[in-house]
């Protein structure tokens, strides 16, 4: 089955403790991205990639780390993470030449 | 700035009724709208959108373009209270880093 899988699904941390969410894909896609989502405000893109070792600052990258080292993982790093990154975050994945994404089932992240 | 509006930002209606949602974009280099449904999970793809005037159709839904005034509406016929969740729109563009800019949402509510 063609998926986007997320781990962990909930997580519950406190301040400057580093964590990792990880990514992976099953469909050999191109294109990963990470979103965050909060009230209000929509989807916002944190980094994407266009490739493996291909990464990119998206709208809201700071205080987030990425890398691409295999096709199909694109982990999501919180080097210190802060109360303001307390969001519902998703991995999504597309092929390079396609608008639609696949949506991984979210990350909902709480740091105290 | 690239961005995308929609409108009205929640909604609640009884079930049978029609519901018309808005979404407006400012968007450099357009390629693209798509629709997603959001219930309290992953986006799920509805519909893309690239040429006016062309109504895109899914059973009670249906949706077009007009690039001319830009912006697209998203009709929902008959409504169901499963029809109840988060519509997203967003619109991709800005060349080729293949970038997807999301509105706020719509939070629809079907009642009984």
């Known amino acids: 089955e063609a998926q986007v899988t997320q781990n962990p699904r909930y997580l519950i941390t406190v301040t400057g403790k580093k964590l990792t969410v990880t990514c992976s894909q099953n469909?050999?896609?191109?294109?990963m991205s990470w979103y965050r989502q909060d009230p209000g405000l929509g989807l916002r893109q944190i980094y994407y990639s266009m490739n493996v070792e291909v990464t990119d600052k998206g709208d809201v990258p700071e205080g987030y780390k990425v890398s691409r080292k295999e096709k199909r993982n694109f982990p999501l790093i919180l080097e210190s993470p802060s109360p303001n990154q307390t969001s519902l975050y998703f991995c999504?994945?597309?092929?390079?030449?396609?608008?639609?994404?696949?949506f991984g089932p979210g990350t909902r992240l709480t740091v105290t | 700035e690239d961005k995308v509006v929609q409108s009205p930002l929640s909604l609640v209606v009884h079930e049978g009724d029609t519901v018309t949602l808005n979404c407006s974009y400012e968007?450099?280099?357009?390629?693209?709208l798509l629709w997603y449904k959001q219930e309290k999970k992953a986006p799920t793809f509805l519909f893309m959108l690239?040429?006016?005037?062309i109504e895109k159709k899914s059973g009670r839904l249906s949706s077009i373009l007009d690039k001319k005034e830009l912006f697209s509406i998203l009709n929902i016929t008959a409504t169901q209270t499963g029809d109840s969740a988060v519509y997203l729109c967003a619109v991709h563009g800005s060349g080729n880093t293949g970038k997807l800019i999301f509105g706020q949402g719509t939070t629809l509510q079907v009642k009984p």
């Open positions: 999504a994945s597309s092929s390079y030449d396609s608008a639609n994404r696949y």
């Open positions: 469909m050999n896609h191109e294109y």
């Open positions: 968007v450099t280099n357009f390629r693209s």
């Open positions: 690239t040429s006016s005037g």
